[in-house]
Every structure is written in C-alpha cells, then in structure tokens.
C-alpha cells in the first residue's frame, strides 16, 4: 500500500474511533433501547475499526518481507557493494559517535 493510501487508512481508523468514543458518551446519557442501539452502533464501528487494523498490519509485515527478501536477493548478487556499503555506513556513524 502506498503512503498516500496509509495515511488515508490511518485517518478513516482515527474518524472511527472518534466516532465510536461519541456514541459510547451518547449511550451513557441515554437509557433504555437507544442506549442499546448507540452501543451497538459503536461496536460495530469499533470492530470496523480493528479490520482496518489488522489490514494495516497484514500489508505492512508483507511490506516488511518483501524488502527483507529484495535485500537478501542484492546482498547474494552483490557481496563486495554489500560489505563496503556496511563498512561505510559504520565508519560515518563511528565518527559521529566519536565527535560527542
């Protein structure tokens, strides 16, 4: 998923949950069968907002495996770039260490 779509995700997840936490208030000053119905109403926004959760996850430890794989694929093709890229960015992060 793009960045564009996980900000959009991540804000849909943020409306819901705002919502549900209005109607949960709602629900508590209310009594009777419309507190029922708000609460229902709220759970389902709330279990709405858990699936958007998991497919948050789902793509981004899918996300995480393909750039694990990608790395491993240029590090067996690549293993001399590989090690002085390493060697270079310890080097850069040893010096400003050493500079504190």
Known sequence: MHDANMHAVR?????????????????????????????????????????HAHEIQHISIEKGKKIAHETDAYVHEHPWRAIGLSAAVGLVIGMLIARR
Do not use: P, V, W, Y
């Open 11 to 51: 804000s849909d997840l943020k409306n819901l949950m705002r919502e549900a936490q209005n109607l949960f208030s709602e629900a508590t000053s209310a009594s009777g069968g419309k507190a029922d119905e708000l609460r229902a109403k709220a759970m389902k926004m709330l279990d709405s907002a858990i699936d």
